[in-house]
């Protein structure tokens, strides 16, 4: 099963910029879509971004279409999440996720995922 590394938060000030990144362990990584979630404090686990292994079509949360673009390198095993524009409701901990499927709506969905890694903290400050 693949494993998951998230790197690349921290502390932002509002309307800036930040890329996560998310390396992958296995041999077959191209062979997975991936996908990123956000948790805030108190809130449930909410979809991002996520990118479909088998048509490239790219998918995003209304919340962040327009200000964060989801890639990978399939070659690097990585998959990335540039976030411009930071808003302070951007504020939680970011999760990336490997799924088999190619399903959209299994993709926008964190049940689709069979893989999570551990997480990595975004802070937005004014």
């Known amino acids: 099963q693949v494993q998951l590394v998230e790197s690349g938060g921290g502390l932002v000030q509002l309307g800036g910029s930040l890329r996560l990144s998310c390396a992958a362990s296995?041999?077959?990584?191209?062979?997975?879509?991936m996908g990123w979630f956000r948790q805030a404090p108190g809130m449930e686990r909410e979809f991002v971004a996520a990118?479909?292994?088998?048509?490239?079509?790219?998918y995003y949360a209304d919340s962040v279409k327009g200000r964060f673009a989801i890639s990978r390198d399939n070659a690097k095993k990585t998959v990335y999440l540039q976030m411009n524009s930071l808003k302070l409701e951007d504020t939680a901990v970011y999760y990336c996720?490997?799924?088999?499927?190619?399903?959209?709506?299994?993709?926008?969905?964190?049940?689709?995922?069979?893989?999570w890694g551990q997480g990595t903290q975004v802070t937005v400050s004014s």
């Open positions: 996720a490997a799924s088999d499927s190619y399903t959209p709506t299994e993709l926008i969905g964190s049940i689709g995922y069979n893989a």
């Open positions: 990118t479909n292994y088998l048509t490239g079509t790219t």
């Open positions: 296995g041999r077959t990584f191209s062979s997975y879509s």
